[in-house]
């Protein structure tokens, strides 16, 4: 009854910029925190950014002062504003939501990823 749907991906050249965008829908009571993932061939899978309920942010090194991530009032859409893109950004970024049980833990939610390529 949840899902998790993402756009925005696309192709740029270096020091080019990317929205991307995460919404999620259905039987959501309660959004702990979001996060953008990315994934490129050959290595493993990384948080780029979250935010929290309480729009509490984390950024990895390799994005700080270059990526935002925000979100609307309602919780349920989050952003991931790119700029000054570089060659090493291309991946896969892929939107995580995890919701909150009421007490009882959280689960996670997956959308289905976006290539971002930044090449000249």
């Known amino acids: 009854q949840v899902q998790v749907v993402e756009s925005g991906g696309g192709s740029v050249q270096p020091g080019g910029s990317l929205r991307l965008t995460c919404r999620a829908s259905?039987?959501?009571?309660?959004?702990?925190?979001t996060g953008w993932y990315r994934q490129a061939p050959g290595k493993e899978r990384e948080l780029v950014a979250s935010i929290t309920s309480a729009e509490t942010t984390y950024y990895a090194d390799s994005v700080k002062g270059r990526f935002t991530i925000s979100r609307d009032p309602d919780k349920s859409t989050v952003y991931l504003q790119m700029n000054s893109l570089k060659p090493e950004d291309t991946a896969v970024y892929l939107c995580n939501v995890e919701l909150s049980l009421m007490g009882w833990g959280a689960m996670d939610y997956w959308g289905q990823g976006n290539q971002v390529t930044v090449s000249s």
């Open positions: 259905g039987s959501i009571f309660s959004i702990n925190a």
